[in-house]
Structures are given as C-alpha cells and as structure tokens.
C-alpha cells in the first residue's frame, strides 16, 4: 500500500510539473490557444485592430478586426503571368514558382485560358465560436496566404459598416498551417459569452 501510494504521489507531482504545449492568448477582441512557442506580435494599426503572433518557425501570423478586413477569395487572384512581368521576378520567386502550377503567357490580355485552373486560392466554410468564418489556403503548398476570414462579427446588413476579421499567415509550411487552423478554431470572442 505505502509503495501504491509512492507511486500516486510521484506520478500526480510529475504530471503538475510538467507544462502545458500550449497557452491562451488575449487580444481584447477575443482569446485563442496557441503553442507555448509562438509569441504575441503587436502592431499599430490606423483605422482597425492589428496585432498578430509569430511562430517557432518566425512566421508572422497577422490579424485585422475593422471595416476594411481583406477576404483573399474576393480577389480572385490567378497565377497566370505576363512573360513580360515575369521576367522582371526575383530568381527566388521564379524557382518558388517551378513548385506551382502557373502559366506564362506572351499577352495575359488576349491570351485564353481557364481561369479557375489557375486560382491562387480555395476555401472552406466552418465556424468560429459563435460565427460562420472561411478557412482560406493556397491551391499551391507553401504559395500564398492562409488563414480566416469572418464576414460579419456584429451582424450588420450588407454594405453596412460591419465589423470583420482576417487572419492571415503567408507561405506557411504544412505542420504551421495546421497548427495555425488548429488554433483559429480555438478563437472564443468576448461578446459570444
């Protein structure tokens, strides 16, 4: 019985000391929970909230709560280049480039081609605590944003001043990405409580 309950008490004190892989992060707005590793990055911003984290791997990982929040789908960005504008790249986005599927055209213009074959991004519709929130990733590993976007945190009609959130972290490896929507999904707003 003495060396049962040795055994209880040794392994209650070493499972107390040891810590968490995780922590909870305030941003006012809301709180997430993030690996012990990532800090909290704080950034002025002008006419919205702006803050974010960087990652183990120095990764900056930015938000924006206000009017103006971006939605990456909105732009219907293509990876479909002029050959002009493509030979003014850097030689370090042209290799990062060979990973992806692209196209190099003479007149992006006149040129035909499909453009959905060429999105820079896709989505996902999931939720967000008390919210509908889309998970955004590049179509390309490693090429482009991740992240959220929260069309509407107060409710407003369509075209009103409504409150938006993105969250945005760029050309992510696989295990940050998902580590990163690992931790958006644990984001809890204050006014959903």
């Known amino acids: 019985m003495k060396k049962e309950l040795s055994i209880i008490l040794f392994l209650t004190l070493t499972l107390a000391c040891q810590k968490s892989e995780y922590k909870t992060v305030d941003f006012k707005a809301f709180k997430m929970t993030v690996p012990t590793t990532w800090n909290k990055y704080n950034i002025k911003g002008i006419d919205s909230y702006v803050s974010g984290l960087i990652t183990d791997n120095n990764d ?20 479909v280049f002029d050959r002009s504008e493509y030979l003014e790249f850097t030689e370090e986005k042209k290799q990062q480039l060979k990973k992806v599927k692209h196209l190099v055209v003479e007149d992006f213009l006149n040129k035909k081609f499909e453009a959905k074959d060429y999105l820079k991004y ?56 998902m580590k990163f929507f690992k931790a958006l999904k644990s984001i809890k707003f204050k006014f959903c409580e």
Not at 60 to 79: A, Q
């Open 122 to 177: 896709e989505f996902d519709i999931d939720s967000i605590d008390c919210f509908q929130a889309k998970f955004i990733k590049p179509r390309n590993k490693g090429f482009g944003a991740s992240g959220i976007y929260i069309d509407s945190l107060n409710g407003g009609e369509q075209n009103s001043n409504k409150i938006r959130l993105s969250f945005y972290g760029n050309s992510l490896s696989d295990s940050i990405q």
């Open 60 to 79: 900056t990982l930015i938000f924006d709560l206000g009017w103006y929040s971006g939605d990456l789908t909105k732009n219907n960005e293509v990876l």
